[in-house]
């Protein structure tokens, strides 16, 4: 599903500081519909995009104040001590999910959430172009 985003994104139909817009929420449910031949609406999809951004931002609070923390590659998990992960997990509950392994396609999270911030008028430039292109790409079906 991760690269259903990130292909919507690389594609440039995405804001900073918003997800997507309501007509490409659409084509994204058509594009995972028919890859994948599940029937998810855009409500269902949307659920599994606030899921994935919480795991990162877990994952990137886990990961962005200590050093010296080590990766163990094989099992995709930090090599810390189990004084670090409680006291982690103290300030961190949602964190626990990660102390065996840390997230799937974190190369696609990364993609998805990282640098996103709104910063005014440029933004709603982008999207007036972006929703532009769509229409072009979509044609009358999404209207």
């Not at 919507?8 to 997800?19: L, S």
């Not at 031949?37 to 899921?51: A, E, F, H, I, P």
Request: hydrophobic content about 35%; some cysteine.
């Amino acid at each position: 599903m991760e690269s259903i985003f990130t292909g919507g994104i690389e594609a440039g139909n995405r804001t900073k500081g918003a997800a997507f817009s309501p007509k490409v929420w659409t084509i994204l449910v058509t594009k995972f519909c028919d890859e994948t031949g599940l029937n998810y609406d855009k409500d269902q999809l949307k659920s599994r995009w606030d899921v994935l951004k919480i795991d990162w931002r877990v994952w990137e609070q886990l990961n962005s104040h200590d050093t010296g923390l080590g990766w163990d590659a094989v099992k995709g998990k930090i090599n810390a001590s189990d004084d670090w992960w409680d006291r982690k997990l103290k300030e961190i509950p949602k964190a626990a999910k990660f102390r065996q392994k840390g997230p799937q396609n974190l190369e696609q999270l990364e993609r998805m959430f990282r640098d996103v911030a709104a910063t005014g008028i440029a933004d709603r430039i982008e999207i007036q172009f972006l929703e532009e292109n769509i229409n072009s790409e979509a044609g009358s079906s999404y209207e």
